[in-house]
């Protein structure tokens, strides 16, 4: 298994433009999450979600959107990108029966919005 | 509301002493407790998890934690620094009463000297 993988692992991005962060997981996992961690702060979750078709947002969904069209992929989503938005993005994934927080997070995707 | 105080932001051992990272929990439920590790430009791993069980937990690369409840803590201990232990390590509290859905601390960096 590849396990949690994110694309792409670093960014430039110009303010509002806008683009679409990747995450695939291969394990059939239902949970997957989308966190921010910014310098000497721990992950902030923007997006959750529980299954394909169903998504709901987390502690700062401001500025993104996300769907879930498949058990594999949960693209984050910047439309006018900001320089608040200048972060690494982890995406992660938890089992089925999955409220046990053991979560497999990807290797991140550095943001630098100018 | 459930959340997580870690007390030091940066921690410095020498090779061969101990490991002590602490951490300071709060929430309304019975909590399930988690340490995960952060080694630089990496994602996260979890380390250990504590889920009403046993209170002193046992992770990996020979790091354990207590759950005491009276104190509401949660500390992270090691008997002996590795070099490869110099990462940053977050407290994580699961949020029941949101599909599980984590609260972290906001890390605390361990450096080992040689």
């Known amino acids: 298994n590849a396990g949690v993988t994110q694309t792409p692992k670093f960014r430039i991005l110009k303010i509002g433009q806008s683009m679409t962060l990747q995450c695939t997981q291969d394990?059939?996992?239902?949970?997957m999450y989308w966190y921010r961690q910014d310098p000497g702060m721990g992950l902030k979750l923007i997006y959750y979600?529980?299954?394909?078709?169903?998504?709901d947002k987390g502690e700062v969904p401001n500025g993104y959107n996300v769907s879930r069209s498949t058990t594999e992929d949960f693209p984050l989503r910047l439309e006018l990108a900001a320089p608040s938005q200048t972060s690494v993005y982890f995406c992660?994934?938890?089992?089925?029966?999955?409220?046990?927080?053991?979560?497999?997070f990807g290797p991140g995707t550095r943001l630098l919005v100018l | 509301a459930q959340s997580v105080t870690q007390l030091d932001s940066h921690v410095s051992v020498s090779e061969g002493t101990p490991v002590l990272l602490r951490c300071n929990y709060s929430?309304?439920?019975?909590?399930?407790l988690f340490w995960y590790v952060q080694h630089p430009n990496k994602g996260l791993q979890l380390l250990l998890k504590?889920?009403?069980?046993?209170?002193l937990v046992k992770g990996i690369n020979g790091f354990e934690a207590e759950f005491k409840k009276s104190e509401t803590s949660f500390h992270l201990t090691k008997p002996s620094a590795h070099m490869s232990d110099a990462a940053e390590y977050f407290c994580?509290?699961?949020?029941?009463?949101?599909?599980?859905?984590?609260?972290f601390g906001k890390g605390t960096k361990l450096s080992v000297k040689p």
């Open positions: 992660a994934s938890t089992p089925p029966g999955g409220r046990t927080g053991t979560q497999y």
């Open positions: 394990m059939n996992h239902n949970y």
């Open positions: 979600s529980v299954g394909a078709g169903i998504t």
């Open positions: 929430s309304s439920y019975s909590p399930s």
């Open positions: 504590y889920t009403s069980a046993a209170t």
């Open positions: 994580v509290v699961s949020d029941r009463g949101s599909q599980g859905n984590l609260i």
